[in-house]
Structures are given as C-alpha cells and as structure tokens.
C-alpha cells in the first residue's frame, strides 16, 4: 500500500484529535510535527501508538522537505504567515502532494482568497478539513435515504447546530485574533454540513447556489458581569471591551440549479451548552423522510457517585468539552471516529496521491467563509444579505465585521 509521509503545523487540540485519528487510518504515516509549543508530546504520542517516527522540525521549511503532505493545525492568525512559509519551501524544492488546513480557512474573505491563491501559486492540492461532513452518521443518513431521495425528491431543511460551554484556549476567545466569536468558529460547521445533505445526490459539493442569509448574533451568557470575570480572570480576554458572540442563529436560503427549487439551511451554535459538553445536532427533512444524529447519544453511559468524583482526573476523556465528572455521563468511546477525522484523514491520502483535491479544497472552504462572513453581516445591518448580489460580493471581498474589528460592544450587549 502507498503511504503518505503527513507532517503536521500546530500540536495542539485538534493535532491530537487527528493522531487519535491516524491510529484507524491506513496507509498515512506521522511523519513529523512543527510547533511553538507541545511538539515534543505529539511526537511522543505519535511513537507510542505506532503512527510514524515523528521528527520535531524547529520550521515549516525542514518539515516540508521532509514529508509528503503538511496539515496547518495551528490557530487561525497564524494561517496566512504559515501557508506563505510553506509556498516558498515548495519553491525551494519540496516535493509535496498535498495542503491541508483547518476549519475555518481564514478570518475573512480577503484572507481566504489569499490562502487560495497561495494554494495555487505552490501548484499542490489542496485538501479543506471539514470534518462534520465525514462523519459516518451523516454519509450513513445520506446513503440510507438515497432511494427515497430520488423517488420523493431532495432533503428540503437541513437544521444543524455544534454546542460547547466554550473554548480551551485564549485564543478562540479573542474576536481580533480568532475573527469573531462563535460564527466564526463553530457555525462554518454547520452551514457546511447543512450545504452538503441539502445537495442532491451525485451533485457537487458547490452544485446548490447560495441565493441569501439571514442572522443573528447574540452575547447571552458570558458577557454576564459573572461570567466575564471568570473569563477575564482565566483568559485575560475581557468581554466588556471586546465581546465576541457567544450564540447564533440563521438561516441560508439555496436554490437548485436546474429546478429552482429553493431549500433552507438553519444554523444554530452556541459556546454556552452547559450540558454534558459537546453536542452536533443535524436534522434534514425531505419529502416522506428524515433523519436526526445527536452526537450525545452514545451506546455507553457511565454513573461515578460523588463519593468516587475525586478520583476522576480528565472528564475530557469521556467527551470532548465535557463539563461534568460525576453523575449519568454520556461517553463516546471513539471520537475521532465519531466527529469524522478518521474519515477526512483517509479521503485527503487517496486524493494526494492521485494528485487531486481532497473532496472539499482552498476554494471550498473560501465558500464557507463568504458564508460567515455574510452571517456577520446580516446580523450587524439586521437584514437579510442578497448572495447573489455582485455589489454585496464585493463588499465582502474587503469585510471585516465589527466583532473581529473588537467592536462587538456595538452590536452585541444592548
Ligand atoms: N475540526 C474541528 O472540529 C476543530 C476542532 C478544534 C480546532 N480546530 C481548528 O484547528 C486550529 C487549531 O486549533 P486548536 O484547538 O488545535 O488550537 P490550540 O491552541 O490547542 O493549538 C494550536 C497549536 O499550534 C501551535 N502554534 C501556534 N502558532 C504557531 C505558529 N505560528 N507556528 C507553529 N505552530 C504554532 C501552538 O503551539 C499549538 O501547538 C484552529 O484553526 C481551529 O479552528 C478544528
């Protein structure tokens, strides 16, 4: 079997998410990891469980040159810089066969349509990590139902939200450097997914056009005098200077290209699900037929008592985000498998080494984040933004919304 030598960009949360991943991936090796900080313990992890003899690289030069493929899991403020890093190792003579980046590609849509214009100046595929859309619960719902769907016609609503009690890292929490708050970091998601089960079957992932959005952005639990001294105090992002929302909610309108029917795509997504932790919710409603995943239901549930709590060190272990350790707690046992890394992992390896884009590429996930960036917009002018509009295309070509600016005081908070 031909392997792909992977090297990744970023040590971090979601670099240990796709390790975890690798570890039911055939065929891809870890080959190597550049990071400012934690490297030497994804290096470690990787040599552990078998992944590959990953080498710690001190740039994204040496890492290139010595793998096939670079994943950028590093924090979206970093991505512009690295990406050039990686062009001009390419130039240099790296040999490489694929980019992968992270969700979301970029802050704005002028930084996306840089990556993709570096994407393409480096003449290598591209592969765009969304990995909702890999989720063997949604290619299952959408595989079950391919006969209906072409018996009744296409899923007409798609519902999708991702829910967490919040960020681990300061970062993600800071609108200046994350590109807003949870829009921009959690409903790129859920509009892509929506997009993606809302598509007839065997059409491309771009086949339904985005007709229009509407939005809305809200502050609802941690811009609470309470809440944002505990933010304040753990982050040192002060919410009464630079809020970011912490909810929101909309919907983008379809339409199919050669019927004109119009389908709907309804977002919801919160950093304020003080639930068990982390829950994916997808719905899609067709004519005569539904389907409905809740990442919260798991075959395994575990009880610990609170005369045993003491003893529980991670509850993160049980589910990403997790927020509590004892009582009735859900467990995924794997979710790697579950959140569709695995799967996203194995379908970039077979598109690289053919030579072509991962099923979602640069130019994808440039769609996606038009389509957050007009949710911003929608919120902040209140109304719903006309995507087929060439003048609203070219505003959003220099957009950056008032919340990534850190002026979200002025729409968030009243
Ligand atoms: N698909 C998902 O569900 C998912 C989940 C989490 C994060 N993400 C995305 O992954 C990216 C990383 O998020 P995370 O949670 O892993 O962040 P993190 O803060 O946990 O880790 C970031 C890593 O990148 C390293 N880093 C920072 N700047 C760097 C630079 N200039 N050069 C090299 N390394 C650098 C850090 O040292 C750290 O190891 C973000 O874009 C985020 O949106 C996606």
Same mark, same amino acid.
């Given at each position: ?61 040496? !890492?290139?040159?010595?793998?096939? &493929?670079? @994943?950028?899991? /590093?924090?979206?403020? =970093?991505?512009? *810089? ?62 079950? !139902?391919?006969?209906?769907?072409? &018996?009744? @016609?296409?899923? /007409?609503?798609?519902? =999708?939200?991702? *829910? ?80 970011? *929302? ?169």
């Amino acid at each position: 079997m031909e392997r792909l030598k992977l090297g990744f960009i970023g040590a971090g949360f979601v670099a240990h998410f796709h390790a975890r991943a690798l570890k039911m991936v055939r065929g891809i090796d870890l080959a190597g990891v550049h990071s400012l900080k934690w490297a030497e313990k994804l290096a470690a992890f990787a040599k552990e469980n078998e992944l590959g003899d990953c080498k710690v690289y001190p740039n994204v030069a040496e !890492l290139c040159k010595n793998c096939d &493929a670079v @994943g950028v899991f /590093a924090p979206n403020p =970093s991505r512009v *810089e690295l990406v050039e890093q990686i062009v001009e190792a390419v130039k240099a003579g790296a040999e490489l066969k694929g980019l992968i980046c992270e969700k979301p590609l970029a802050r704005t849509v002028a930084e996306a349509k840089r990556l993709v214009a570096l994407g393409k100046e480096s003449k290598v595929p591209t592969a765009y990590f969304e990995n909702q859309i890999h989720m063997k619960a949604i290619r299952n719902a959408l595989s079950q !139902l391919e006969p209906e769907q072409k &018996a009744m @016609g296409p899923i /007409a609503l798609v519902r =999708s939200s991702e *829910e967490h009690a919040g960020p681990h890292e300061p970062w993600f929490w800071d609108p200046t450097r994350q590109g807003g708050g949870v829009l921009s970091d959690m409903a790129c998601h859920s509009i892509a997914v929506s997009w993606f089960c809302l598509t007839p079957v065997g059409k491309p992932v771009t086949y339904l056009e985005p007709v229009s959005i509407n939005a809305e952005t809200a502050l609802l639990k941690w811009g609470q005098p309470r809440y944002r001294k505990d933010l304040l105090d753990r982050t040192g992002i002060d919410y009464s200077k630079t809020p970011a *929302e912490d909810f929101c909610t909309g919907i983008v309108t379809f339409r199919n290209p050669d019927t004109g029917q119009s389908t709907k795509a309804q977002f919801t997504n919160s950093w304020m699900y003080d639930k068990q932790g982390l829950r994916l919710l997808m719905e899609g409603l067709g004519p005569g037929y539904a389907f409905e995943v809740n990442s919260l239901k798991s075959p395994l549930e575990v009880f610990i008592g609170d005369i045993a709590a003491e003893a529980v060190a991670d509850a993160e272990a049980a589910l990403e985000k997790a927020t509590a350790s004892r009582g009735l707690l859900a467990v995924q046992p794997n979710e790697a498998d579950l959140y569709g890394y695995a799967d996203e992992l194995v379908d970039a390896r077979k598109a690289f080494l053919v030579g072509k884009d991962g099923l979602l590429n640069w130019e994808y996930g440039l769609e996606i984040t038009k389509l957050c960036q007009a949710g911003y917009m929608a919120a902040e002018r209140q109304r719903t933004i006309d995507l087929t509009d060439s003048a609203i295309q070219k505003e959003l070509d220099s957009y950056t919304s008032l919340i990534a600016q850190g002026k979200g005081a002025e729409v968030l908070c009243k």
